[in-house]
């Protein structure tokens, strides 16, 4: 059964660029896996931060940005600002009708 | 704007049905696929199942297949996620979500089921 693996739990000083990374574990995360990333806070539902590998979803400030690093799909923010302290969620799609999440990351701004 | 509204959650004893429902508004529902999705306290976000914008075709996580069916009423512009033979470790925040080409665009709330005897 394939995984998709995040960072356990991660910090950045506020202002600073953070990049979260998306794998398998087995195989390489490319764009035909769509990958996405939803940015969760505590009793809140997720919200849609980046889709198709680097498409900022509509209202998402410009210090969020995708890509694909090496074998991994990649979340950096750049400037992190204390309102950006969340779980943070990438999801792939396996093909045949079936997505996966990864396990997300706790991002603690300070 | 586009809203998608769970409702259906509760407390049921294990081994019982539950139906759960999203209504969607504020976009043309038919045009869309929606998935379940579903969050265990303190736990992450997995995905439960898809349905094609007109219902031809439906897909399963491993853990609900064969116990849970999802479905929809496009003449209702709502989805549901049938729910059967549920186990405690089903117990988790239910969001519904449109599929967008191929990534979730909105989500829902969230709608708790707890599974407890």
């Known amino acids: 059964q394939t995984v998709v693996t995040q960072e356990p739990p991660f910090s950045v000083s506020p202002g600073g660029t953070v990049t979260l990374t998306c794998g398998l574990s087995?195989?390489?995360?490319?764009?035909?896996?769509?990958p996405s990333w939803y940015q969760q806070t505590p009793g809140q539902a997720p919200r849609t931060l980046i889709y198709n590998t680097n498409t900022r979803s509509s209202g998402v400030p410009d210090r969020f940005s995708g890509s694909i690093l090496g074998n991994k799909a990649a979340l950096t923010i750049t400037g992190a600002q204390a309102d950006d302290e969340s779980d943070y969620y990438c999801?792939?799609?396996?093909?045949?009708?079936?997505?996966?999440f990864g396990g997300g990351t706790k991002l603690t701004v300070l | 704007q586009v809203q998608l509204v769970e409702s259906g959650g509760g407390v049921v004893q294990p081994g019982t049905s539950l139906r759960l429902s999203c209504a969607a508004s504020g976009f043309t529902f038919s045009s869309n696929g929606m998935h379940w999705v579903r969050q265990a306290p303190g736990k992450g976000l997995e995905w439960v199942a898809l349905i094609w914008y007109d219902g031809s075709n439906k897909y399963y996580a491993d853990s609900v297949k064969g116990r849970f069916t999802i479905s929809r009423d496009n003449s209702k512009n709502t989805l549901y996620l049938q729910m059967n033979s549920l186990r405690a470790e089903d117990t988790a925040v239910y969001y519904c979500a449109r599929l967008s080409d191929w990534w979730i665009d909105c989500w829902g709330q969230g709608t708790l089921v707890t599974v407890s005897s």
């Open positions: 999801v792939l799609y396996m093909g045949s009708g079936i997505w996966v």
């Open positions: 087995s195989g390489s995360v490319s764009t035909s896996h769509y």
